[in-house]
């Protein structure tokens, strides 16, 4: 049972002194750099002197040591999922977002069940094994457990060569024992988004609804872990206030979840607010963040989680997306559509943000294999229960990239062989050779006999 003293809290006064403070020190800024590159990560102090760098010469040196702790941890690959949007049905008013409750311009629906199934049928065409269903913040008739009643549809759903093999879930807040049903349902990743770690902005922004309440908010991520959930996703909306606030705090919120529970979050999502239609701040974020603060914070949260996930959606463009990649990103969605039924329709007025990256899912495949990136598709550790703890203590000793890699070019392979263009197969199976040539002889042992079956028609090969 949670008391008062396991409570998550932001202490503001204590950011906002250090950002007050904080000037570009090259002699610090090194001895930050050095130290990132042991990757054992980085404290508070550190990051808040790393975001006040802004010389080209430091910059590059910042992003240079991003790059290297990338790939030392995560190596060639690059994981691939996709939104599945099930409900837009909301009892909130953010005024960023197209699905709040007081915007009449939106059509609201609920898929059904078969609706979900047939968009699920349509991500395992492209390619897809892994989704993030989402809704809005209300549910439709049969509350809670119309999300389970998607969950289960969602695993149902085979064809001849696919099937979702993990689905991860943003929705609203639960309480604890609804977030034991939830975990029950066999779903990967817990992800909710605080959007903005600013209590006066977070109240400007969230004009009612039970969102509203900014600790009951805070505290989910927590009672998801309490609740034996130990893969959790946060989140800030980059623009509603200063992103080297949100960035701290955020930090914080982590560090608050390592002490209680022994590890802190799986992965961190970094949208930046895109226009949004019926929401006038969407427009014109407070706060924006600049395209180079936005590299920075990447790089800066790559050498201060280096064992955490940076996932990064379609609102980016393509350029962006792939300078990120390099910089720390290691998730990226492909293909998406953020409105419920979107995969069936031509029609995507009604998304919940607009989007940077159009790009099929084969076209980003394409993309980032020409890149020299190994397009993952990969579900094993959560089905091994390599997850929470488990999972660092195999990441931080550098361990998790023997499966890792190999895992990413049997699903990669899965992929060119099912679902890829001839465009696409071609540069594909080339990279895949090479990755197999430059593979340690322990990696390519287990990677080889993968391939092979995969090749001769096995699915879901994984180590
Ligand atoms: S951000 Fe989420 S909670 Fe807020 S209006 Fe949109 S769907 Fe509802």
Redesign the pocket.
């Known amino acids: 049972m949670a008391t008062d003293a396991d409570m998550a809290t932001i202490d503001e006064a204590l950011i906002m002194t250090a950002l007050e403070t904080a000037r570009e020190d090259a002699v610090r800024v090194r001895e930050i750099l050095a130290k990132a590159r042991e990757l054992k990560g980085l404290n508070a102090s550190d990051a808040t002197a790393l975001m006040a760098v802004e010389s080209p010469e430091l910059l590059e040196e910042l992003f240079d040591t991003a790059r290297r702790a990338k790939d030392e941890i995560y190596g060639r690959r690059m994981v691939l999922f996709a939104p599945l949007y099930v409900s837009n049905l909301?009892s909130?008013?953010?005024v960023y977002?197209a699905?709040?409750?007081g915007n009449p311009e939106v059509h609201r629906r609920a898929l059904t069940q078969e609706e979900v199934a047939q968009e699920t049928r349509l991500l395992i065409d492209q390619g897809h094994k892994r989704v993030l269903l989402v809704a809005?913040?209300a549910y439709p008739k049969e509350g809670l457990d119309y999300i389970f009643q998607c969950i289960e549809t969602i695993y149902d759903v085979k064809t001849e060569w696919g099937e979702i093999r993990r689905i991860n879930v943003n929705i609203a807040p639960l309480e604890v024992d609804e977030f034991r049903a939830l975990k029950a349902c066999r779903i990967g990743t817990y992800q909710l988004f605080q959007e903005t770690y600013h209590r006066d902005t977070y109240a400007k922004v969230h004009l009612s609804g039970r969102?509203r309440d900014f600790d009951w908010r805070l505290n989910a991520i927590s009672r998801a872990m309490e609740a034996g959930i130990d893969d959790v996703g946060v989140g800030v909306l980059f623009g509603l206030y200063d992103w080297r606030f949100e960035t701290l705090a955020l930090m914080q919120h982590v560090a608050q979840l390592e002490e209680r529970f022994g590890v802190g979050c799986h992965t961190i999502s970094v949208p930046r607010i895109e226009p949004a239609v019926g929401a006038e701040v969407s427009e014109h974020p407070p706060v924006p963040v600049s395209d180079n603060d936005f590299r920075k914070l990447v790089a800066i949260l790559r050498l201060t989680v280096p064992y955490t996930g940076i996932i990064m959606s379609t609102r980016e463009n393509p350029e962006m997306r792939r300078e990120t990649l390099a910089l720390g990103v290691s998730q990226i969605s492909a293909g998406s559509r953020t409105n419920p039924g979107g995969y069936g329709e031509e029609d995507y007025e009604m998304s919940?943000f607009s989007l940077g990256d159009h790009r099929s899912v084969d076209e980003v495949v394409r993309d980032i294999t020409e890149m020299g990136y190994i397009p993952s598709f990969c579900t094993g550790c959560y089905r091994m229960g390599r997850t929470g703890q488990d999972f660092m203590d195999l990441a931080k000793p550098g361990l998790i990239k023997h499966y890792c890699e190999v895992n990413a070019v049997s699903t990669f392979v899965e992929f060119l062989e099912h679902y890829a263009s001839p465009e696409t197969k071609a540069v594909g199976d080339k990279l895949v050779e090479k990755v197999l040539n430059e593979m340690t002889p322990a990696q390519r042992k287990r990677a080889e006999p993968l391939v092979h079956d995969v090749r001769g028609g096995q699915r879901d090969a994984y180590v």
Request: net charge positive; glycine share 8%.
């Open positions: 909301c909130n008013d953010c977002c699905f709040r409750k809005g913040e969102k919940q």
